[in-house]
T-cell receptor, first 112, second 118 residues
C-alpha cells in the first residue's frame, strides 16, 4: 500500500463550483499534511498545511483532516480557470530527516 | 522568506557529457535539501536527501555514481548528472527544509531545472 494516495483524476469542474480533492494515508502516526499546487512545467508551491483534526480555511481553500479515517482533503470554493493545475498531497515521513511522502497528484481542470 | 533558487533553469547537452545543477537557499540555512525528478505527466520522484557535510542518502533504484550530490555549505547543494543520456532528460527540482524540524514545517521548492539530453 502506498503511504499517501490520491485519485489521479483528471477532475473537471465548471467555473464557480467547488472542487474537492482527496488524499488518504497509511501512517497513523502522521501529524501534519501539506497541499501543493503545481502548474504544468513549474515546480510545486505550498498552498496549505494542516495538523489538527477538522477544517482549516484560507481564502477560497479549505483543508480538512480526519485522523481517525486517515483522510485529508482540499476544497476549492468558487473555482477559477486559474486553479487548473495538479494538486499534490504530502505527509512527513518520520525519522527520515524531514522527508515528505507525496501522493501521485490530482489533475484539476476548471472549465470556463 | 524561505526562497530556494536553482541554476540553470534549463540546459541542453550532448549525450555523454556531465551537467551540474545548483540549488541555493537564499534567505535561510538548509541543513537538508532534497532532489526530485519529474517526468511528464508523472508525480515527483525523490532521488536523494542531501545533508550538509555528509554523504547524500539515495532512494532505492537511484544510481549514486551517476547522480552525484554535494552539499558543502548550508546554502548550496549541487546535483551532477554524469555521462548524461537521453533517458536522463527530465525536470529536476530541489527543495530545502524543514526549517525547524517541527512537523508543521514543510519543504520549499526551487523553480526546477529542465534537462534535455540530445
Amino acid at each position: 500500500q502506498k503511504e499517501v494516495e490520491q485519485n489521479s483524476g483528471p477532475l473537471s469542474v465548471p467555473e464557480g463550483a467547488i472542487a474537492s480533492l482527496n488524499c488518504t494515508y497509511s501512517d497513523r502516526g502522521s501529524q501534519s499534511f501539506f497541499w501543493y499546487r503545481q502548474y504544468s512545467g513549474k515546480s510545486p508551491e505550498l498552498i496549505m498545511f494542516i495538523y489538527s483534526n477538522g477544517d482549516k480555511e484560507d481564502g477560497r481553500f479549505t483543508a480538512q483532516l480526519n485522523k481517525a479515517s486517515q483522510y485529508v482533503s482540499l476544497l476549492i470554493r468558487d473555482s477559477q480557470p486559474s486553479d487548473s493545475a495538479t494538486y499534490l498531497c504530502a505527509g512527513p515521513s518520520y525519522n527520515q530527516g524531514g522527508k515528505l511522502i507525496f501522493g501521485q497528484g490530482t489533475e484539476l481542470s476548471v472549465k470556463p | 522568506g524561505a526562497v530556494v533558487s536553482q541554476h540553470p533553469s534549463w540546459v541542453i547537452c550532448k549525450s555523454g557529457t556531465s551537467v551540474k545543477i545548483e540549488c541555493r537557499s537564499l534567505d535561510f540555512q538548509a541543513t537538508t535539501m532534497f532532489w526530485y525528478r519529474q517526468f511528464p505527466k508523472q508525480s515527483l520522484m525523490l532521488m536523494a536527501t542531501s545533508n550538509e557535510g555528509s554523504k547524500a542518502t539515495y532512494e532505492q533504484g537511484v544510481e549514486k555514481d551517476k547522480f552525484l550530490i554535494n552539499h558543502a555549505s548550508l546554502t548550496l547543494s549541487t546535483l551532477t548528472v554524469t555521462s548524461a543520456h537521453p533517458e536522463d532528460s527530465s525536470f529536476y527540482i530541489c527543495s530545502a527544509g524543514p526549517l525547524s524540524g517541527r512537523s508543521t514545517d514543510t519543504q520549499y521548492f526551487g523553480p526546477g531545472t529542465r534537462l534535455t539530453v540530445l
